[in-house]
Each structure stands twice: as C-alpha cells, then as structure tokens.
C-alpha cells in the first residue's frame, strides 16, 4: 500500500534532492501538468509558496521511505479556516473507511468466539480511536481552496502519512478498543495475536 485515494499521478523521483533541477524529467511534467489543472480549476494556494514548489515537495515526501497520500476535501463551508479542520477530518476518515472492512473480516474469522453486538461495537471503537492515534501523524503537504459564487468555500487538504505511523496507530486502537469493551481479558490470546499482527495484510 504506497498511497491511498490518490488523486495525483505517481511518479518516482530520480532524486530524494528538494531542488527542482534534480528532479526527473517524467516527475517535472506530471507537476507542471497539475499545477496547470489547478490553476485552470480556480484553486488557490492556502500558504506559501507556488503550486509547483508544493507539488514537488509532496512528490519527495511520498517517495521518502514507505509513506501513503490521504487526500480529504470540505465543500461550501462559510470559512478557510473551517473548511481546513473538515478537509483534515475527512482525510483521516479515508484511511478508517479503507481500513474498516479489513478489521471487520479479521474479526470475523480470527476471534470468532465474540457474538454479533461485540463484533460490531469492536469495530466502531476501532474507528473512534483510530481517528484520534493517526491525528498527530498527519503531516500536511498543502491545502487548496477555491470561493464559490455564494461565498462559501471549498478546500482539498494532502497529506503525507508515514505507513508504519499509520500501522502502528491502527494497532494501538485495536487494543484500546479490545479493552474498552473487556474482551482483551476475555479472549486473550486471541485479541493479543490480532492486535499483534495488525494491519499487516494491507502490504
């Protein structure tokens, strides 16, 4: 899993090197291909620096190591600044959505002693903490925002997420979650291998 809901073409870039010229030649055209998308779609850059700057940066973190892109939008919010926090919060809601189904087929067959109402409050305690363990590894590449005709304001929010981070942060909520609910006691072993091997089928 290298990135998630990947709204920009994936290149490779021939250099870990942040300065433009040693980027590779494919990764220049895909940036200056979406800098041009963007400006073309009325995007504004919330911060500093140019659509392409921002795009190369994001394109060097995604090649650092294993890391994944979580992409989160708000749309027709009454400030930027609104619209920044809900963009934020759906980005993170993509990863607990694309990781929800997994967790909930692992329950099924590798702790099938728990009955249906404790399966399914697992899971929703997963989601709930699971939010709350990646929030602080979410580093945030740029935001885009763009004002719409009655005034409100869209915003697309990109982040760089570091994979282990993100596995790690999915463990730690499945043992809060396995505790809140007293089957880590219950079902020892069994909730100690899950948690154990995490989210390790996602790779």
Request: aromatic share 8%; net charge neutral.
């Amino acid at each position: 899993m290298r990135t998630l809901f990947l709204i920009l073409i994936s290149c490779l870039l021939a250099s870990t090197n942040v300065s433009y010229a040693q980027t590779s030649k494919a990764t220049k055209k895909v940036i200056k291909a979406n800098a041009k998308q963007f400006e073309k779609e009325g995007w504004s850059l919330d911060g500093t620096g140019t659509f392409n700057s921002v795009l190369e940066s994001h394109y060097v973190a995604l090649d650092s190591g294993d890391a994944m892109e979580l992409v989160g939008n708000a749309n027709a919010k009454q400030s930027i600044n609104l619209a920044k926090t809900i963009a934020r919060n759906n980005a993170i809601n993509e990863y607990v959505e694309y990781t929800r189904s997994m967790i909930r087929a692992r329950i099924n067959t590798d702790i099938t002693d728990l009955n249906s109402e404790q399966r399914e409050n697992f899971v929703a305690g997963y989601e709930r903490l699971v939010v709350k363990e990646l929030d602080g590894d979410m580093k945030p590449s740029f935001y885009l925002y763009r004002r719409n005709g009655d005034g409100t304001y869209e915003m697309r929010a990109f982040f760089v997420v570091d994979e282990a981070k993100a596995l790690a942060a999915s463990k730690r909520a499945l043992e809060a979650a396995a505790k809140e609910l007293d089957i880590a006691t219950s079902y020892a072993d069994k909730v100690s291998d899950f948690v154990k091997s995490g989210l390790n089928d996602v790779k």
